[in-house]
């Protein structure tokens, strides 16, 4: 300290003021002097010098407040369920000091919290010596949310010297208020299927367990679910209830939905599932209605398709090579408000027949025609079956096997007719027939003119040639005009003729010669067959004109020479006699 200069705050002197009274003391202070930075001669010790003290302790010493919280700890909420109005708990706190005239007083404030915990921001002011706030500060859980919600509770404390030290505040230690506490949320219900769809046959059993699920968090935080099931309409429910089912779990067992399928057509129903939240295993309370869920039940019931197919068919008689069709009817006849349709699964149809494909399925009531055919490239008597297989069939049910149902067939096809002029047996025949196909030669041989003046006839027939079953022979002639050489029997035998079936002879067409006007020479006419081939039902077919050619030599007779009256008719006889034995030879 520089000579001249004045120090007061390097040193100060102060008084125990934790008892009132008269205080009176000494304060001795020592001096040196230091040549530092003057004579640098050092330091030389100076006398001390005493300093009396003496105060009047006329005030009392104040102590602080002292928060004292007297909630046993921590504050248990319980479990609760979500959502619930949760009744706060009021913290009682004690400034815990003697209310001897010389202590504070306290002050307090609800601050922060942790977890779950709420408070209600309350204070209190000015709590005295000895006294209990229990009131003015609470705490609660917050229950808008499901979990844990355990934590704390912070109070900040005050002394307060107001009315008392005078003094102000002093901040004093916070202490946290521990809360416990846990909110279950509501257990959640879902059914499937839903809806259920049921497709059946008339009579069949049909049945689908309906499958219940607790669709709530499963974080240990919600409530079992419980669930009971009605029905109505066509649907039946049994089994139940389903109970205490946990958060995430499923039940498929208890609950099993049913229809009726005694009739065909489209059924509703409905089964009402009934959810109950269940807290009971953790405590919040009786169960809770948590609504339901209607699960449309739908019935289509079928009945099977019936097959009916037309039993038999008769092609009747055809040609050979021409078109032989006919149809058969394939109906499903199944009857009902909701029928399968008529499905074609198999075939077998016998030689020479054939049945169109079945397009498509039959609906029911429908009818289709299905062509049928039987082939015409070879003649003969046929018979056989087609045998079709059937099923009952709709887009959701497997099919139904319907057996097969029979198609009986029956037809002919007939060669075409066929002529051929044929001999017939007459002892007294002076020709020979020869020949075949569209041409034919009734021969009467040669004759010498002594025969002359001689009658010569034959009897021929005409014969439907044809193998197998065939058409009939018809035919008509071309006439020979004048009698002049061969004759046809009076012109009559030879008219138009019908009907003559396969094998079968139209015989006793005479041809005649009268010799009587000839001369030595060759002698032909001829006559044209134009036959038909016909059968009841079709066209005539004309076949291929057949010509009978006649045909007869006159030669001169040999040793032609004048004779004496009497030999001359002796020869003559002899001639006349040999004529006649030709006529038989031939």
């Known amino acids: 300290l520089a000579a001249g200069d004045t120090d007061t705050t390097s040193m100060s002197v102060g008084v125990n003021t934790s008892v009132a009274g008269v205080v009176s003391g000494t304060q001795t202070i020592n001096f040196e002097s230091d040549g530092t930075g003057t004579s640098g001669l050092g330091i030389t010790a100076l006398d001390s010098q005493d300093l009396s003290v003496t105060a009047v302790i006329e005030g009392g010493v104040y102590r602080l407040a002292n928060p004292v919280i007297n ?40 601050a922060g919290t942790t977890g779950g915990v709420l408070n209600n921001g309350g204070s209190f002011a000015l709590l005295g010596p000895g006294a209990t706030n229990d009131s003015a500060i609470a705490v609660s859980i917050d229950t808008s949310t499901a979990g844990d919600k355990s934590g704390n509770a912070t109070i900040d404390f005050e002394s307060d010297g107001t009315g008392s030290s005078d ?32 497709y059946a046959r008339v009579g069949d059993t049909v049945g689908q367990n309906l499958t219940i699920e607790n669709t709530a968090v499963a974080d240990g935080y919600s409530e079992n679910l419980d669930a009971n099931a009605s029905a109505s309409g066509n649907a039946s429910v049994t089994g139940g209830p389903v109970v205490a089912l946990a958060a995430g779990s499923s039940d498929s067992s208890t609950l099993s939905v049913s229809a009726d399928t005694a009739t065909a057509g489209v059924f509703n129903g409905q089964v009402d599932v009934a959810y109950e939240s269940n807290g009971q295993a953790f405590g919040p309370g009786d169960n809770v209605d948590v609504g339901g869920q209607q699960v449309e039940v739908n019935t289509s019931v079928y009945a099977e398709a019936v097959a009916s197919v037309t039993p038999s068919v008769d092609f009747g008689t055809v040609r050979v090579g021409t078109a032989a069709l006919s149809s058969i009817d394939v109906a499903n006849t199944g009857t009902g408000a909701l029928v399968d349709d008529l499905r074609e699964t198999s075939r077998s149809v016998d030689t020479p027949f054939s049945v169109d494909a079945l397009t498509g399925d039959v609906a029911a009531g429908d009818t289709r025609a299905l062509g049928v055919g039987m082939d015409t490239s070879v003649a003969g008597v046929f018979s056989g079956a087609a045998s079709l297989g059937f099923a009952s069939h709709n887009d959701h049910l497997s099919d139904v096997d319907l057996g097969s149902q029979t198609v009986a067939f029956t037809g002919t096809v007939n060669n075409l007719a066929e002529a051929a002029f044929v001999d017939v047996p007459d002892p007294g025949g002076d020709a020979v027939l020869s020949g ?3 041409a034919f030669l009734l021969d009467f041989g040669t004759i010498f003119s002594d025969d002359l003046g001689a009658m010569f006839e034959d009897v021929l027939g005409i014969q439907n040639i044809a193998t197998g079953p065939a058409d009939l022979l018809a035919g008509s002639f071309s006439s020979l005009g004048s009698c002049a050489i061969f004759c046809l029997n009076g012109m009559t035998s030879f008219d138009d003729f019908f009907d003559i079936a396969a094998g079968d002879i139209l015989d006793n067409l005479m041809v005649s010669l009268d010799t009587t006007l000839l001369g030595l020479g060759v002698y032909e006419d ?48 002899l001639l006349v006699m040999s004529s006649r034995r030709r006529r038989q030879a031939r």
């Open 71 to 110: 909630n046993s700890q921590p504050v248990a909420f319980g479990n609760v369920r979500q959502g619930d109005v949760v009744a706060e708990q009021a913290v009682s706190i004690t400034n815990d000091v003697p209310d001897d005239g010389f202590s504070e007083a306290l002050n307090a404030q609800a």
């Open 526 to 573: 001829s006559i044209t067959l134009n036959p038909f081939s016909t059968l009841t039902g079709f066209d005539d077919i004309a076949l291929d004109p057949i010509v009978l050619s006649l045909r007869i030599n006159v030669r001169e007779s040999t040793g032609d020479v004048p004779l004496p009256g009497t030999l001359v008719l002796m020869v003559t006889g």
């Open 436 to 438: 075949s196909g569209s």
């Open 167 to 198: 003094l102000g505040t002093t901040a004093l230690p916070s202490q946290d208020v521990a809360v416990t506490g846990a909110v279950y949320r509501l257990a959640e219900g879902a059914a499937s299927p839903d809806p259920i769809q049921f």
